[in-house]
């Protein structure tokens, strides 16, 4: 645990709070590879159902600080790669966590900061906070992810709009299309979170980790490649310890207790 990030196990979540408020939880580097390290950690650890991001102060994340970035003009190009693939290897790992990771936004997700709540599997955003990718306004171009997971999430014309003029687009209009799950009152983002987070814990950890990894290749490949997928993960299922305890409850008519497979 860094200055600029707390990480906290709190009941069935891991929480990762980006901790510096007085620049609106603006990127560092050591609040990016504390992400990317407790995300990979999160994957492995029995006792989490799910992750949850949030921002200290009432703010997600602002995106990366402009005095930083302003410096690398005198970088070379390779350094420039090298130091924004640092923010790519946490979208990455988000992605490929097997544990959902769930983005809890108040006041509002900008820049980077959106590409990292539109990374996340599943998002809850107090009603009176927005999203914003404004990297045109100060001639840069988006980075993170945010043009891959608008283009996964919106419509293009809508795409287009959030990518050229950069203006902050209210949550409710994004909840509107699907790409936000819950709106909340300010400052209940994290509780409802956590209430997410919950219900996940009950649910076999394999079989939700598998039905992550099914929907994110869902969009890569063709249907008969994907049917092949599915048929594999059903059919291990079913040979299951996970698949015997929840289909006996059902026929019990009593809920199943996956207690013992987690830690």
Request: net charge negative.
């Amino acid at each position: 645990m860094t200055k600029s990030v707390r990480i906290e196990h709190d009941g069935p979540a891991l929480r990762i709070i980006n901790d510096n408020p007085a620049s609106r939880n603006a990127l560092s580097a050591e609040y990016v590879e504390a992400l990317t390290e407790a995300v990979e950690n999160a994957g492995a650890d029995r006792s989490v159902a799910a992750v949850i991001l949030s921002g200290a102060g009432g703010f997600f994340c602002s995106g990366g600080d402009l005095n930083i970035l302003i410096r690398r003009r005198e970088m070379d190009l390779a350094w420039r790669i090298d130091s924004i693939a640092i923010l790519h290897r946490a979208i990455l790992a988000i992605r490929a966590c097997p544990k959902p990771v769930i983005a809890a936004v108040e006041g509002g997700a900008a820049g980077a900061g959106a590409s990292i709540a539109l990374a996340c599997d599943l998002i809850v955003a107090a009603r009176d906070a927005y999203f914003a990718v404004s990297y045109l306004r100060v001639g840069l171009t988006p980075d993170g992810g945010a043009t891959a997971f608008l283009s996964e999430a919106l419509p293009r014309q809508l795409v287009n709009e959030i990518l050229m003029f950069g203006d902050k687009i209210p949550v409710s209009r994004l909840h509107a299309l699907g790409a936000i799950n819950r709106i909340c009152d300010a400052g209940a983002a994290e509780s409802e979170a956590q209430a997410l987070a919950a219900r996940l814990w009950q649910v076999g950890p394999s079989a939700l980790g598998n039905a992550k990894a099914l929907a994110v290749s869902a969009r890569e490949n063709a249907l008969e490649a994907q049917l092949d997928l599915e048929a594999q993960n059903m059919a291990e299922a079913q040979g299951g310890d996970e698949a015997a305890e929840g289909i006996a409850a059902f026929l019990d008519k009593r809920k199943p207790d996956f207690t013992r497979f987690r830690g």
